[in-house]
């Protein structure tokens, strides 16, 4: 199992719509939870992070967070075709060090006009 | 505020040769981390410092790769001898201890080992 799990997609959704990305981890333990951005070509950047159960909203975009369950997920509200990318869920585990971060492979987003 | 600097951006080799690729951290960051990403793997940790000094290298695929960070504001890859199938996209990244493990990510080196 890995560590880490996102769908690859691609998700594909139409423009004005609500974009659901999801995310579970193996690690029980875990301590807190980042979605990073990355268009094509380019690095990563961060968008949002969450460390406790429940959601965390930052304009369109929207955390939510379920440790009982083990998933974290991304909610885009109003989809624009400037959100096509991919999304990568990050988790640092309990066990090992702290600041390491652990990847998913990411979800393709393509919003459609 | 500049952000993480990655050199070179695009690094073109045939096998056999050394590649080092360099890395200057956000200032006052004290994590440093070395990423490579392909299509087939995704991002994948390769090694990370905390001030300076190595911490985690586990995810260094082999002997032919070694990382260096000899101050706060430099590291470097190296990769010798380079193969063809260490063609990825290298991103260096920096993190502060604040507890919140946000990391920021450079632009990345695109290497190419022909």
């Known amino acids: 199992q890995k560590e880490v799990e996102q769908n690859s997609g691609p998700l594909s959704v139409p423009e004005g719509a609500i974009a659901s990305l999801n995310c579970t981890y193996s690690?029980?333990?875990?301590?807190?939870f980042f979605w990073y951005r990355q268009y094509s070509g380019k690095s990563p950047e961060l968008i949002m992070f969450?460390?406790?159960?429940g959601d965390k909203e930052d304009g369109r975009f929207t955390a939510q967070l379920n440790k009982a369950s083990q998933y974290v997920s991304l909610l885009i509200r109003d989809s624009q075709p400037s959100d096509s990318a991919t999304y990568l869920c990050?988790?640092?585990?309990?066990?090992?060090?702290?600041?390491?971060?652990?990847f998913g492979t990411g979800t393709r987003l393509q919003v459609t006009l | 505020d500049a952000g993480v600097i990655q050199s070179p951006r695009h690094e073109v080799t045939e096998m056999g040769q050394e590649v080092t690729l360099r890395c200057k951290p956000i200032?006052?960051?004290?994590?440093l981390f070395w990423y490579r990403q392909t299509m087939m793997r995704g991002l994948e940790l390769l090694i990370y410092?905390?001030?300076?000094?190595?911490?985690?290298d586990s995810g260094m695929p082999e002997d032919r790769f070694s990382a260096k960070m000899p101050n706060a504001s430099f590291s470097t890859l190296k990769i010798q001898p380079s193969e063809p199938r260490d063609s990825a996209v290298y991103f260096c990244?920096?993190?502060?201890?604040?507890?919140?493990?946000?990391?920021?990510f450079g632009p990345g080196t695109r290497l190419t080992v022909t």
């Open positions: 690690d029980r333990g875990s301590q807190s």
């Open positions: 990050a988790v640092r585990p309990l066990t090992g060090t702290a600041s390491k971060l652990t």
């Open positions: 200032s006052g960051h004290d994590y």
């Open positions: 969450i460390y406790s159960n």
């Open positions: 410092f905390n001030n300076n000094v190595p911490i985690d």
């Open positions: 990244a920096s993190s502060w201890t604040s507890g919140r493990d946000e990391q920021y």
